[in-house]
């Protein structure tokens, strides 16, 4: 697909989700969350190029959210906070990801896993800070230094996912097909051809892995300051196979299937729960399996054989 023939897509979806947003207008923080939680799955996306899951990612989904909650009552600037949180998802990335790099396949997984759950277990146990379960309340945020009513803070957070999506799937689409975007694949095919070119694959997966981590931080700064309320919960492994789930369901195949699987994800949840209360769960399972037995690629694979059809028809 041509970079024009993107671009324009690109557009199209962006226009589709504000129409959408302003047409039912309640669909408007559903279509920021599921923004927000695309951003987290791109980068599960790009540790996929080079053949590795993160089971635990939503440890720095979770991180950028609590910290916008404590930053919100010291700077309560959206624009100051969402950068501030991403750079700490970075470097709490940088930090484990010198750990984790080291391994690869199921004990790169798990062991993601495992850190997430452990910063989950900080979370609830540490009560006088964190409000456990309960979670923390985050005050009204500022944009650009104005108050902003409840229905301008939601089309100002709408808009700011939307931007925060299109620059970054830009980003990944250019650095996968830049020479580290590459090597990515080559660590996925045979690593060991990497080292004797001189290329480390730690070093590459390790730069992967920190770029992963800011795009998840920016979902969870946006997730917070969208639901005003963080958890726990934001760390538990269901929120990390949620993330794995989205990825599935969308489709690997480009950097448009994180996106719309999220877009899909949250729409099934909204109304499968509104119609099927105690079976919504079972719904959104029925449909990735679904998408595993009929669409291995996922929607974007789907929806691009479709047109593949059409031209050739």
């Not at 950028?64 to 919100?72: D, P, S």
């Not at 146990?125 to 923390?136: C, L, V, W």
Request: hydrophobic share 60%; glycine share 10%; net charge positive.
């Amino acid at each position: 697909m041509s970079r024009s023939t993107e671009i324009l897509l690109a557009l199209i979806g962006a226009a589709l989700v504000l129409a959408l947003a302003w047409a039912v207008p309640w669909l408007r923080f559903v279509m920021t969350i599921a923004l927000a939680k695309g951003l987290a799955v791109l980068g599960i996306l790009l540790l996929l190029r080079a053949g590795q899951v993160s089971f635990g990612h939503a440890l720095y989904l979770a991180f950028a959210a609590y910290a916008v909650a404590f930053g919100a009552s010291v700077v309560p600037e959206t624009l100051v906070l969402l950068p501030l949180a991403a750079l700490g998802a970075a470097l709490l990335g940088l930090v484990v990801g010198l750990f984790v790099v080291r391994y690869r396949e199921i004990f790169f997984g798990m062991l993601n896993l495992a850190l997430s759950m452990v910063f989950y277990s900080v979370l609830e146990k540490f009560y006088a800070i964190t409000h456990g379960t309960d979670g923390i309340r985050l005050p009204p945020t500022t944009f650009a230094g104005q108050t902003l009513s409840n229905e301008a803070q939601g089309w100002a957070m709408l808009v700011l996912a939307l931007l925060l999506s299109l620059g970054f799937g830009a980003l990944i689409r250019a650095y996968l097909a830049s020479p580290m975007g590459q090597a990515l694949a080559g660590i996925k095919t045979r690593e060991t051809r990497l080292e004797f070119m001189g290329i480390s694959g730690r070093r590459v997966l390790l730069a992967a892995y920190v770029l992963s981590a800011l795009m998840a931080g920016c979902g969870g700064a946006v997730l917070a300051m969208t639901t005003r309320h963080v958890t726990p919960a934001l760390a538990y492994w269901t929120a990390s196979g949620e993330l794995v789930f989205i990825a599935i369901l969308g489709g690997a195949g480009s950097v448009f299937g994180p996106f719309l699987g999220a877009v899909a994800y949250e729409l099934t949840r909204v109304y499968a729960a509104a119609l099927v209360a105690d079976a919504w769960q079972m719904i959104l399972g029925l449909v990735l399996l679904l998408v595993i037995l009929f669409a291995p690629g996922g929607l974007w694979g789907m929806g691009r054989a479709l047109l593949a059809r059409r031209r050739s028809a």
